[in-house]
């Protein structure tokens, strides 16, 4: 269950980014609807966070840690 205020779009920018999802998904992703929730205050605060993670210095590219993510993703039944 997700609550409401995520999937509703605040802005006219999210609304287009949000419609561009949902034609070419069918649905916008978890990860997206969390990111995208007041960004002022959050999101793109959480944003860095993660790609400080994953990008960060380590002994694998950035393509090899998205395909360990997105291999764990897909044990997880994850559909993004």
Not at 44 to 63: H, P, T
Not at 65 to 78: D, H, P, Q, Y
């Amino acid at each position: 269950m997700r609550l409401a205020a995520l999937t509703q779009p605040h802005s006219l920018r999210q609304r287009i980014v949000f419609a561009l999802f949902r034609a070419f998904l069918g649905q916008i992703p978890g990860p997206v609807l969390a990111l995208s929730y007041r960004r002022d205050v959050c999101g793109k605060y959480l944003a860095r966070c993660y790609q400080r993670g994953l990008r960060g210095a380590q002994e694998w590219s950035a393509g090899e840690v998205e395909l360990f993510a997105a291999f764990v993703s897909s044990l997880n039944r994850c559909r993004f």
